[in-house]
């Protein structure tokens, strides 16, 4: 079965200062990996998604994730966090063969300190 | 012009009652969605519709009816609502149905509280 772990429930940061998202998935396929963003009182927007060409992927508004597989890792990083990046982070695996059905992680929500 | 339309975003009721939330698309998109977030944020698929037809129905009390009249617009129907059902209902499109590489697109969610 396919699962993904979201290492923290909560995850806070100062602005200007890097951000780390952590995620572990389990998949007994190579997955398509998906980091999904929710802004308070609204739906969910794809950041960015890895599908088995190049393991760095960058996403929207300078966030980008790195697959490990020997890790089994997809942990989500920005090099300088904005007030606008407070919000609830998803990651997110796609299993094949399931009719497109994501399968989604606990979430985890990031602050932002001025 | 709003790609994931859903109403209403806001609704509130008393158990026992019936209650319908629409969705609708204009992406063109084949394949829709219906996703349930609780409480705690958790969100997890209810059914899938693609062209009309239902290919993804994940273990939902019988009570939840999602029809497709069309294959832009998803509802979804609950009846004799019970406490639990209290959650934020989600409907989403795809472009290409079973493609694991696809993107969703969400609408803004539709909140219901039973009391």
């Known amino acids: 079965a396919q699962s993904v772990t979201q290492l923290d429930s909560h995850v806070s940061v100062s602005e200007g200062t890097p951000v780390l998202l952590r995620c572990n998935y389990s998949?007994?396929?190579?997955?398509?990996l998906f980091w999904y963003v929710q802004h308070p009182n609204k739906g969910l927007q794809l950041l960015l998604k890895?599908?088995?060409?190049?393991?760095l992927v960058k996403g929207i508004n300078g966030f980008e994730a790195e697959f490990k597989k020997s890790e089994t890792s997809f942990h989500l990083t920005k090099p300088s966090a904005h007030m606008s990046d407070a919000a609830e982070y998803f990651c997110?695996?796609?299993?094949?063969?399931?009719?497109?059905?994501?399968?989604f992680g606990q979430g985890t929500e990031l602050s932002v300190k001025p | 012009d709003t790609a994931v339309s859903q109403t209403p975003k806001y609704l509130v009721t008393q158990m026992g009652n019936d209650k319908s939330i629409k969705c609708e698309q204009n992406?063109?998109?084949?394949?829709m969605y219906w996703y349930k977030q609780d409480s705690k944020k958790f969100l997890k698929i209810m059914f899938s519709?693609?062209?009309?037809?239902?290919?993804i129905n994940e273990t939902v009390p019988n009570r939840f009816s999602p029809k497709s009249p069309d294959k832009a617009h998803l509802n979804l129907h609950i009846n004799s609502l019970e406490l639990g059902d209290s959650a934020v209902y989600f409907c989403?499109?795809?472009?290409?149905?079973?493609?694991?590489?696809?993107?969703?697109?969400f609408g803004e969610g539709s909140r219901l509280t039973v009391l």
């Open positions: 519709y693609n062209n009309k037809e239902l290919i």
């Open positions: 992406l063109g998109h084949d394949t």
């Open positions: 890895y599908t088995s060409a190049a393991t």
């Open positions: 997110v695996v796609s299993p094949p063969s399931q009719g497109g059905k994501l399968i």
């Open positions: 989403a499109s795809s472009q290409v149905a079973g493609d694991p590489t696809g993107e969703l697109f």
């Open positions: 998949s007994s396929y190579s997955p398509s």
